[in-house]
């Protein structure tokens, strides 16, 4: 008679908690904003060495969302009116 109302527990019922994390919100792990932004601060590091002018012969690339300029082996990024040398990693 009552068979199918009374649901079987799950076997990680006592460990798990709902979730506090809400998708969707900046910060939060499976926020694809959060990610991309992590990533970006992970990828592209000032360094403190800057420059009034790029050398000749650089090229215009953009990298995770973030344009800079690559010089041979060096990437620039354009900081007020002087350029940042940056790390990209």
């Known amino acids: 008679m009552f068979a199918g109302l009374v649901e079987a527990p799950a ?13 969707g919100r900046p910060l939060t792990p499976g926020s694809v904003a959060g990610v991309a932004r992590r990533t970006t601060r992970r990828t592209i590091r000032r360094s403190t060495i800057y420059v009034a002018r790029l050398p000749a012969g650089c090229v215009k690339s953009p990298i995770n969302g973030v344009v800079l300029w690559h010089c041979g082996s060096t990437y620039y990024q354009l900081y007020g009116a002087r350029y940042v040398v940056v790390h990209v990693h």
């Open 11 to 23: 076997p990680f019922a006592p460990f798990v908690g709902d979730a506090q994390a809400k998708v």
